[in-house]
């Protein structure tokens, strides 16, 4: 207590920001302290790097040979199966952000952050900034496993970029509904299952392991309109150079765009409304 | 000066459950005020209220003359908060724990780095301050927590039941604390389901039941009610107690001599006046009785909640923290031995 005289100068030569300036710092702080936490979270690692790589490689080598020969002549199983894994590794790891949230929830964190003077969409900006940057690096550890077995930009390292852009941008857009999840439930084991469950059917029928024809005609319906298959198909055209036969540039990426425009319309203001009742 | 927290009946429901049902109370600036009650008596609920967690139903509450709903940022300028379970990112060490909170308070990274290691030095972590949170004891963790909530120097201080689950040596040290950050002119909420807690720290005590003040006073003046502290002495036989009662009738000034024929049990109100204590055990072995045993009986909040509620607390109690060896908590018989 003998320092008493210090804390007091301290206290008077700090100021917060305010307005957008307030927003940003403290979300930036929020989004740091999340990236923290991904190299101490042992699970998190594995989900984030281990398992798609894991993935690659299965589909690669088991399904490979069956699944090559449903493709059109001339296009790898590798070509396909790298965007398209890429859209499920993403998708799939949004979910961490629904357990995330949950544990602060549980833990009491977010009732310390809650109790600072910090703006209010800080903790969810935060984690939101930090889960892209997170989706980034699993996008770009795909990429390179995907040189290994045969993966190639060959519509140039652009379109590869962009390629993993609308990845990412699809990824954040699903971590908002995930931080709806993350609120809503009790506790995070709750969030594993809540988050997790519906991303096997969401993912699964769609066109990132199998070419949608080869589905029951009723599966088709949902396939050929689910957004992870739209995506999908974006990324493996990013992925080439060249759009489907039959469609445009536009036509493939418009609804794309509208899905994940639309998504984090609904989903982000949903989220940052019930963190302030919470 | 008018008080730094004032309360004006305020209500708060969670669905049938009255958590606060009409509760005032005032804390003056640099005081400790201990709001005492059993589990799911409102204490919390009210702590979370003033610290702009929860909106009241109705009612009114100023800290520092800000409305917690109206002007609920600046309320959180000037105070601190320590839950009942340490509210830290356990993931980070302590230090960037500390320094995560003086960014988020508007420090540079200098000067949040610095009054990290004042407070990590004040709070005894300088050794852990790189260690993660996780492996931190108990009573480490409670540290850390404080010095997380006193990173902006706040002025008022809720402390949420902040020595639940503790062993006795980190709750003193607590205690050690929060009587350093009073002298520094820190107001103290103190949350407790411990007599003796309430005792050691507050100035005042607000009683609360079932979302409703139901006494109010200092720790003496809440004792009082109970009849304080009383010496317990047993013996073998009903003729060595009647003898001893022979001898101790001089000692009891104000007639409170009990004698329990069936326990052999002899109780004299001693009060805090322990020397009267030792000079009654002393003129029994003057006598020539030697008791088998003999203890100081203090009080237990079950005591002063049948005193004053005329019920007890069973009722009350749901999923409480483990008893603490030596503190005053609901259902204990609440003994203190004088002679092991």
Redesign the interface.
């Known amino acids: 207590?003998s320092?008493?005289a210090?804390?007091?100068t301290?206290?008077a030569?700090?100021?917060?920001?305010s307005g957008l300036n307030a927003i940003y710092?403290?979300s930036r702080?929020?989004a740091?302290?999340n990236l923290?936490?991904l190299p101490?979270?042992p699970q998190l690692v594995i989900f984030t790097l281990i398992q798609p790589i894991m993935f690659v490689l299965l589909f690669t080598y088991v399904f490979g040979g069956a699944i090559g020969k449903a493709l059109p002549p001339g296009v790898s199983y590798a070509q396909f199966l790298i965007p398209g894994i890429m859209v499920q590794t993403l998708v799939f790891g949004t979910s961490a952000t629904a357990v995330g949230l949950a544990e602060d929830l549980q833990?009491?964190?977010i009732?310390?952050?809650?109790?600072?003077?910090?703006s209010r969409s800080a903790v969810l900006n935060g984690r939101i900034l930090a889960d892209m940057i997170r989706l980034t690096a699993v996008a770009t550890v795909l990429v390179v496993i995907g040189y290994v077995v045969g993966f190639r930009f060959q519509g140039g390292l652009g379109l590869g970029l962009l390629m993993i852009l609308v990845a990412v941008a699809f990824g954040t857009s699903m971590c908002w509904i995930m931080t709806n999840i993350g609120m809503r439930v009790k506790d995070a084991e709750t969030a594993q299952t809540a988050g997790f469950v519906w991303l096997f059917p969401l993912t699964f029928i769609s066109s990132v392991f199998t070419p949608v024809y080869t589905m029951p005609a009723w599966l088709q319906v949902f396939a050929r309109n689910n957004p992870v298959t739209l995506v999908a198909n974006l990324l493996r055209a990013l992925s080439v150079g060249e759009v489907l036969p039959g469609s445009t540039w536009v036509s493939m990426s418009l609804p794309v765009f509208l899905w994940i425009v639309g998504i984090t319309a609904v989903a982000a203001p949903l989220a940052v409304n019930r963190y302030r009742q919470a | 000066m008018p008080p730094i927290i004032e309360v004006e009946n305020l209500h708060k429901s969670f669905g049938d459950t009255h958590a606060l049902a009409g509760v005032s109370f005032q804390v003056e600036r640099g005081s400790v005020l201990g709001l005492l009650g059993p589990n799911g008596a409102g204490k919390t609920t009210a702590v979370r209220v003033l610290?702009?967690?929860l909106a009241p139903d109705q009612g009114t509450a100023r800290v520092g003359g800000l409305d917690v709903s109206t002007q609920a940022?600046?309320v959180?300028?000037i105070?601190?908060?320590t839950?009942q379970?340490?509210?830290?990112?356990?993931?980070?060490t302590g230090a960037?724990n500390l320094r995560?909170?003086g960014?988020?308070?508007?420090?540079?990274s200098t000067?949040a780095r610095?009054?990290a290691t004042?407070l990590l030095e004040?709070f005894d972590l300088t050794d852990a301050a790189d260690r993660?949170v996780t492996t931190y004891s108990g009573g480490m963790r409670r540290r850390v927590d404080l010095a997380?909530s006193l990173v902006?120097?706040p002025e008022v201080l809720f402390l949420d039941e902040p020595t639940t689950g503790l062993d006795p040596a980190s709750r003193s040290e607590l205690w050690a604390i929060t009587r350093?950050?009073v002298?520094?002119g820190t107001t103290v909420l103190l949350t407790t389901q411990y007599l003796d807690e309430a005792d050691e720290l507050a100035d005042r005590i607000v009683v609360i039941d079932q979302g409703q003040v139901i006494e109010e006073g200092t720790a003496d003046e809440l004792k009082d009610r109970t009849g304080g502290r009383s010496l317990e002495i047993e013996f073998e036989t009903t003729a060595e107690l009647a003898s001893a009662a022979a001898v101790l009738r001089p000692f009891s000034a104000k007639g409170e001599l009990q004698q329990n024929e069936q326990d052999c049990l002899l109780s004299l109100s001693v009060d805090s006046d322990t020397a009267l204590a030792v000079r009654a055990i002393a003129a029994l072995t003057d006598a020539g009785l030697s008791p088998a045993d003999f203890r100081l009986h203090r009080p237990s909040l079950d005591d002063v909640f049948m005193a004053l509620t005329g019920h007890g607390t069973e009722t009350e109690e749901q999923e409480g923290p483990d008893s603490i060896p030596g503190n005053a908590k609901f259902g204990d018989t609440n003994t203190e031995a004088m002679n092991s």
């Open positions: 207590m320092d008493t210090t804390v007091s301290e206290t030569t700090y100021r917060r920001p710092q403290d702080v929020i740091w302290r923290v936490h101490r979270t833990n009491g964190i009732d310390r952050f809650r109790s600072l003077p910090i | 610290a702009t967690l940022n600046a959180r300028s105070i601190g908060l839950g379970y340490a509210a830290v990112d356990e993931k980070l960037e995560m909170v960014r988020l308070l508007g420090m540079s000067q610095s009054r004042v004040r993660q997380v902006g120097s350093e950050l002298a520094d």
